[in-house]
C-alpha cells in the first residue's frame, strides 16, 4: 500500500489544537476586555480566524502593551502563515518577558513552522526549563522528535502533553502515527479511536485508523474507514487513493481502478494516483495504458523504483524485452533491493528474445539477490538454477533447483509443478525459455 503522506509528522499546529492550546490566554483575555474577549471566541467557535484576527487588531490598538493579546495575534498569524509578522508580536513579547514560557513556545512553534527546528528546540527546551507542563512546547517538541526519528522521544513528549490535556486530537492523531510507524498497530487504532471520539468529523483519523487496519491485515475495518473519510472529504483525492489501495489489496481491481480514476479527476498529476492506476491496468494486462501512468510518475520522481519496477513489468509483458530489461538496470542501479536483482536476473536467464539474455550476469544478479535474503527465498534460487542454465552449466542449475525445491515444502502444489517442470528441463541438458503472460 502507498502511504498518502497521512504518515508524516505535521510540523504545525493544526487550528483547532491552536484553540485548545490557548485555552489560558483566552481567560485573560476575558478577565481584561470582555469585548473583544467575546469576539475573538465566537470567532474560534464558528472556525473564521480572520475575524479573530480583526478583533485581536481591534484589542491591540487600545493596549498596545498587552501581552495576551499580541501573543495570541502571533499564534494566528503563524497558523495563517504570516510568519514574519507572527515573530513580530512574539518577539515583542519575549524581549518585555524573557521568562514567560508560553512565548517561548510560541516562538519555538513559528519556527518549526519555518522548518528551523534547531530555532524550535532551543525554545521549546527554554519553555520547558521555565514550565515543565506547557502543552504547546511538549506537543510541538514530541513532533520534532518524531521527524528526526527520535520516535521514543516523540512518545515521551506526547504523552506529557496528553497527560495535562486527554482532549488534544493533536496529540493523540501524533501519537497515533508514531505508534505506526514503530509498526504498533493496536496502540494506534486506541488512539486513532480517541481521536474519533474526540471529533467524529475529522477525516485524518479515519484515513489513519484504515491505514492502521490495512497493516494487520484487517481490510474490511480499512474500507470502512476510507469510505467515511471519502463522505467527509468528497472532493479531496487523497481518501479515494487510500482507499483504491485498499480496495487493490482485497483484490477488487475494477473497484480500485474507479477509485483511481476519481482521484485523477480530481488532481490528474497525483504521483501516487497514477501509480495505483498503473497497477492496476497491468494486472488487467493492459500494456500500453499502464506504461502511460507509470511513465507519467517517472516523469516527476525518477527514482521511485516501484514504478521502474512495474513500468519493467509492463514492457515484459507487451513483450518489449529490451525496454525492460533497460529498466530492470535502473532499478538494480538505483536500489540494493532483492526483488529489482531477481527480475533482473530472471529476464537475463529465461527471456525469449535471442541476444538479450545473458547467464553470466544472470547469476551475478541472482547471487546478490540471494545474499541479500540469506539464500532462503526459494523464488530467488530458483532464478540462480535458471541462470547457470542459461550458461549450459547443468550441474549447479540442477543443484539450485533441487535447493529451491527443498524450500518450496509450504508453497502450492502449482508452484511445486512449476518448479518440477525446470528440474525436468534440465536433467534434459536444456534451458528454460518463459515468454510475456
Not at 490495512?214 to 487523497?238: K, S
Request: hydrophobic share 45%; charged share 30%; with cysteine.
Amino acid at each position: 500500500m502507498m502511504k498518502i503522506r497521512l504518515r508524516t509528522f505535521r510540523s504545525s499546529l493544526t487550528f483547532l489544537a491552536c484553540v485548545a492550546l490557548a485555552a489560558g490566554a483566552l481567560g485573560v483575555v476575558k478577565e481584561q476586555l470582555p469585548d473583544y474577549a467575546k469576539k475573538i471566541e465566537t470567532a474560534l467557535a464558528n472556525r473564521d480566524i480572520d475575524a479573530a484576527l480583526r478583533a485581536l487588531d481591534g484589542w491591540l490598538e487600545h493596549e498596545p502593551d498587552n501581552v495576551p493579546a499580541r501573543l495570541w495575534r502571533g499564534r494566528l498569524r503563524a497558523d495563517r502563515g504570516a510568519y514574519d509578522r507572527a515573530m513580530e508580536d512574539v518577539d515583542a513579547v519575549v524581549r518585555v518577558q524573557p521568562q514567560n514560557a508560553e512565548a517561548r513556545a510560541v516562538r519555538g512553534f513559528i519556527f518549526q513552522k519555518k522548518m528551523k527546528l534547531d530555532e524550535a528546540l532551543a525554545d521549546f527546551d527554554a519553555a520547558l526549563r521555565i514550565e515543565p507542563k506547557n502543552e504547546l512546547a511538549l506537543y510541538c517538541r514530541g513532533l520534532i522528535h518524531g521527524e528526526r526519528g527520535d520516535f521514543l522521544s516523540a512518545i515521551g513528549d506526547l504523552d506529557a502533553a496528553l497527560e495535562i490535556n486527554p482532549r488534544n486530537g493533536a496529540a493523540l492523531q501524533a501519537r497515533a502515527r508514531t505508534h505506526l510507524l514503530r509498526q504498533e498497530f493496536s496502540d494506534a487504532v486506541t488512539d486513532f479511536d480517541s481521536s474519533i471520539l474526540l471529533d467524529p468529523r475529522d477525516a485524518a483519523s479515519f484515513l489513519g485508523r484504515a491505514e492502521a487496519y490495512y497493516a494487520q491485515g484487517n481490510m474490511e475495518r480499512a474500507l470502512h474507514d476510507d469510505d467515511e473519510a471519502v463522505r467527509l472529504l468528497p472532493e479531496d483525492a487523497r481518501p479515494l487513493i487510500q482507499r483504491g489501495y485498499v480496495r487493490a489489496g482485497m483484490n477488487s481491481q475494477d473497484k480500485a481502478l474507479e477509485d483511481f480514476n476519481a482521484a485523477l479527476k480530481i488532481d490528474p498529476k497525483n504521483l501516487a494516483a497514477l501509480y495505483g492506476r498503473g497497477e492496476m491496468l497491468r494486472a488487467s494486462k493492459k500494456w500500453d495504458d499502464a506504461i502511460a501512468d507509470l511513465t507519467a510518475v517517472l516523469a516527476s520522481a525518477p527514482n521511485e523504483t516501484r514504478a521502474v519496477m512495474s513500468r519493467a513489468a509492463a514492457f515484459y509483458g507487451a513483450g518489449k524485452m529490451d525496454k525492460a530489461l533497460d529498466d530492470y538496470a535502473t532499478a538494480a542501479k538505483q536500489r540494493d533491493d532483492a526483488e529489482a536483482f531477481n527480475d533482473y536476473a530472471w529476464l537475463l536467464a529465461t527471456g525469449t528474445t535471442d541476444g538479450l539474455r545473458n547467464g553470466s550476469k544472470a547469476i551475478e544478479l541472482a547471487c546478490h539477490a540471494c545474499d541479500l535474503t540469506g539464500w532462503k527465498n526459494m523464488g530467488y534460487i530458483d532464478t540462480l538454477a535458471a541462470a547457470y542454465a542459461e550458461t549450459g552449466d547443468f550441474t549447479n542449475a540442477l543443484k539450485w533447483q533441487e535447493e529451491a525445491m527443498k524450500a518450496a515444502d509450504s508453497e502450492t502444489d502449482e508452484v511445486k509443478a512449476d518448479l518440477q517442470t525446470r528440474l525436468d528441463l534440465y536433467k534434459q541438458q536444456k534451458p528454460y525459455r518463459e515468454a510475456a503472460k
